[in-house]
């Protein structure tokens, strides 16, 4: 893999764990205020998930799955 590109898949992985960790932080502050508005929450969660799988897929362009 070029240099170029794996320092910008790793650029880019910082940047979806930072998003990833903000909407966690914004889900519980919600949860926790008690009046949080349900569907909004679920909407966090949803795109919560959604940078955990471009994470994941990051990370796997990163680390090549390695056959035994």
């Known amino acids: 893999m070029q240099r170029r590109k794996e320092d910008e898949l790793r650029e880019q992985l910082v940047a979806l764990r930072a998003d990833h960790r903000k ?3 914004e889900i519980i502050a919600l ?3 008690g009046s949080a508005d349900q569907l ?3 909407r966090l ?3 919560k998930l959604a940078l955990k799988d ?3 897929a990051v990370e796997d362009q990163l680390l090549p799955d390695i056959i035994a």
């Open 54 to 56: 471009q994470i994941t």
């Open 23 to 25: 909407l966690d932080d």
């Open 40 to 42: 909004h929450v679920k």
């Open 45 to 47: 969660k949803k795109k």
């Open 31 to 33: 949860e926790d205020s």
